[in-house]
Every structure is written in C-alpha cells, then in structure tokens.
C-alpha cells in the first residue's frame, strides 16, 4: 500500500470513530449521563477535523495542536465558517471542564444544541475530504 492509499485509509478510519463518536453521544445523552454525551461530541469534531487536516498530512499529538490547525487552516482561510470555529472552540472547553473538573454539569437543552450542530459541523467538514 502507497502512502496516499495509506492516509485514505485512515482517514477512513476517523471518519468512521467520529460517526460511532456521534452515536455513543446520543445514547449517553438519552441515558442521562450528559457528561459522557459532552465528550463523545467533542471527539465526534475532533476525529473529523484530524481526518481533514491529514488529508492535507498534517498530524498532531496534542488537541491543542489540532486546535490551532483546525483555525488556521480551515476557519481563518474561509473553508470553514466562524460559527463551525466557535463549535469546536465550545466543544473543546466543554470536554475539558467535564473530564477534568469536578461537580461539572451540563443542562441537557445544552448538550442537545451542541448534539444538533456537531452533526451539522461533521457533515460539512466531511465535504472537504477528498475521495473518503
């Protein structure tokens, strides 16, 4: 296998983990534990936009750097719009709070909004992967 067959398939790959990102999200919500759902969102986003920015072999081993890509490359160049920015930049600070801080909630109106709208922002990611 190439290297270009080689990155479609892992692109692939993330794409799939964001979609079971998506669903575990939904049923942590609808099992109440609004938390759990707040991380499977983020990290619905997170495989998405790692799946772009590879497609264009950029890697990162830390969230902060896909971050900053994620802004530079996608948001402040135009392909992606400010509010898809401003999700994921949500999203991020969300899952740390949640993860990472103690007696953190979230109301459940929230967490279904941030639901709604990743679905929105990995569609639209989704189309600038080239031949997924």
């Known amino acids: 296998m ?8 892992i692109i692939r790959y993330w794409l799939e983990k964001a979609y079971e990102s998506l669903e575990a999200a939904e049923d942590e919500m609808e ?5 759990f759902s707040v991380n499977r969102i983020y990290y619905a986003c997170f495989y ?16 902060s750097g ?3 890509a994620f802004h530079q490359h996608l948001v402040k160049s135009g392909l992606i ?13 969300a899952r740390q709070r949640g993860d990472y801080i ?3 909630s979230f109301e459940e109106n929230r967490v279904k909004d ?5 679905r929105e922002f990995i569609e639209t990611i989704k189309l600038l992967i080239k031949n997924e």
């Open 114 to 118: 941030w639901l709604q709208r990743a």
């Open 81 to 93: 719009s400010r509010e898809h920015g401003q999700l994921y930049d949500e999203l991020f600070e």
């Open 48 to 63: 998405t936009v790692s799946a772009v920015l590879l497609q264009e072999k950029l890697r990162f081993k830390k969230h």
């Open 31 to 35: 099992a109440g534990r609004l938390s």
């Open 102 to 104: 103690e007696l953190v």
């Open 2 to 9: 190439n290297e270009q067959e080689n990155l479609k398939e």
């Open 66 to 68: 896909v971050r900053a």
